[in-house]
T-cell receptor, first 112, second 116 residues
Framework: QKEVEQDPGPLSVPEGAIVSLNCTYS??????FMWYRQYSRKGPELLMY????GNKEDGRFTAQVDKSSKYISLFIRDSQPSDSATYLC????????????FGAGTRLFVKA | DVKVTQSSRYLVKRTGEKVFLECVQD?????MFWYRQDPGLGLRLIYF???????EKGDIPEGYSVSREKKERFSLILESASTNQTSMYLC???????????????FGNGTRLTVT
């Protein structure tokens, strides 16, 4: 079983839709939870970062962490064609980027 | 703005060739990493380096080696390329030891390697 599970999609939605992206994990030691966005032919870039449980909002993006269920989500409101990308969840138990475990990534297409 | 530059976007090599993938970062980051990215598998860590001439194995080091002679440069070496090493290779760097919102992993744009 993988430490981090993420549905690879693809997920196709119309412009303006609310998008929900999710990951589950098995390691209860994870404390740092991240979402990276990767455009085609580009490297991943950090989109959202959450420490421990709770919600974090940044513009149209909301990240949620439920440690009791070992489940994290990224919500995108009023989705735009420019949101079309692969979204990777990532998590870490402690210090050091080398302990970051990535999900497989979900490909999202937002149709105009 | 942090820049991580990978020297090649696309490479095609033959089985058995020795392959060098080069990565340079311009922000004086201590830690550098090599990942490979495959559909359905996500990013998997091959090797990382926390200082010049220092290296540590990641999750999938078999068939690879690395070199870090200067702080800004981290090279991935495929000693004898095989078809199962066909993949997207991503280099990343980070300041310090803590991955945080103010200090995330910074990735290059990747090298797509095809071994025939």
């Amino acid at each position: 079983q993988k430490e981090v599970e993420q549905d690879p999609g693809p997920l196709s939605v119309p412009e303006g839709a609310i998008v929900s992206l999710n990951c589950t994990y098995s390691n209860s030691a994870f404390q740092y939870f991240m979402w990276y966005r990767q455009y085609s032919r580009k490297g991943p870039e950090l989109l959202m970062y959450t420490y421990s449980s709770g919600n974090k909002e940044d513009g149209r993006f909301t990240a949620q962490v439920d440690k009791s269920s070992k489940y994290i989500s990224l919500f995108i409101r009023d989705s735009q064609p420019s949101d079309s990308a692969t979204y990777l969840c990532a998590m870490s138990a402690g210090t050091g980027g080398f302990k970051t475990i990535f999900g497989a990534g979900t490909r999202l297409f937002v149709k105009a | 703005d942090v820049k991580v530059t990978q020297s090649s976007r696309y490479l095609v090599k033959r089985t058995g060739e020795k392959v060098f993938l080069e990565c340079v970062q311009d922000m004086d980051h201590e830690n550098m990493f090599w990942y490979r990215q495959d559909p359905g598998l996500g990013l998997r860590l091959i090797y990382f380096s926390y200082d010049v001439k220092m290296k540590e194995k990641g999750d999938i080091p078999e068939g690879y080696s690395v070199s870090r002679e200067k702080k800004e440069r981290f090279s991935l070496i495929l000693e004898s390329a095989s078809t199962n090493q066909t993949s997207m290779y991503l280099c990343a760097s980070i300041r310090g030891a803590v991955s945080s919102y103010n200090s995330p992993l910074h990735f290059g744009n990747g090298t797509r390697l095809t071994v025939t």
